[in-house]
């Protein structure tokens, strides 16, 4: 079992930074695959960004691609989401998430189903 606590959530103003961290337990957290999500208020959870097992290989959404940078140190069980130059409607809760899975594509590391462990979320506000 995989425990998710994401941290580094506040209020910013637009064109602000922000770094979340997510901090997983257990002694697995090198063989994970893992990625952010998001879900503003009365809009689907979507996905942000994902990193492999060892962090050499990202991918992002097109709507934070140039402004958010995710990166892991498996030495501290910690994926950190950087977030640059935040719009507001980068307003959302901000979800971590954890994956067992093989080849990774753009399609699988969007997809929520193929992730097995998930974080409460933390909030991030912007405004204008």
């Known amino acids: 079992q995989v425990q998710l606590v994401e941290s580094g959530g506040g209020l910013v103003q637009a064109g602000d930074s922000l770094r979340l961290a997510c901090a997983a337990s257990g002694r697995t957290f090198s063989s994970l695959v893992m990625g952010w999500f998001r879900q503003a208020p009365g809009k689907q959870r979507e996905f942000v960004a994902a990193i492999s097992w060892k962090g050499g290989t990202t991918y992002y959404a097109d709507s934070v691609k140039g402004r958010f940078t995710i990166s892991r140190d498996n030495a501290k069980n910690t994926v950190y989401l950087q977030m640059n130059s935040l719009k507001p409607d980068d307003a959302a809760v901000y979800y971590c998430?954890?994956?067992?899975?093989?080849?990774?594509?753009?399609?699988?590391?969007?997809?929520?189903?193929?992730?097995?462990?998930w974080g409460q979320g933390t909030q991030v506000t912007v405004s204008s």
């Open positions: 998430a954890a994956g067992r899975f093989g080849p990774m594509n753009t399609v699988v590391v969007g997809r929520e189903q193929s992730y097995d462990y």
